[in-house]
């Protein structure tokens, strides 16, 4: 997923039920303000998604409207929401270094069997 617009616009949304779809998540951003993007993560292998998503909205007022408008009131399924302002990325190098320094750290030690 690429993100055209300025990283203030990035929203996180978190506790959605798992009947909602990319479109419910649209339809409800649009009611407060332009929607350009929804990206909700999916379970490996099944078209499930994991109960959390990214909106990108076209600007920074219509993200703070959104917040305002959606934070912690409930989604389709009766769900109360998370919105917030979305962290910056990791890069993918910067991932993987981390999954590195993780698992060195945390190797279990045959050696000492």
């Known amino acids: 997923m690429q993100f055209e617009s300025d990283p203030k616009c990035r929203l996180y949304?978190?506790?959605l039920s798992f009947?909602?779809?990319e479109e419910d998540v649209r339809n409800m951003f649009g009611t407060t303000g332009k929607v350009l993007d929804v990206y909700l993560p999916r379970i490996y292998k099944t078209p499930k998604h994991k109960g959390f998503g990214f909106v990108e909205m076209a600007s920074f007022e219509d993200a703070r409207n959104?917040?305002?408008q959606l934070h912690e009131k409930p989604d389709l399924f009766g769900r109360?929401?998370?919105v917030r302002f979305a962290d910056l990325r990791r890069s993918r190098e910067e991932q993987i270094e981390r999954r590195k320094k993780f698992l060195k750290k945390n190797?279990?030690?045959r050696d000492n069997e």
């Open 66 to 68: 959104a917040i305002a």
């Open 13 to 15: 949304v978190g506790n």
């Open 19 to 21: 009947q909602v779809t």
């Open 80 to 82: 109360n929401m998370v």
């Open 107 to 109: 190797r279990y030690n």
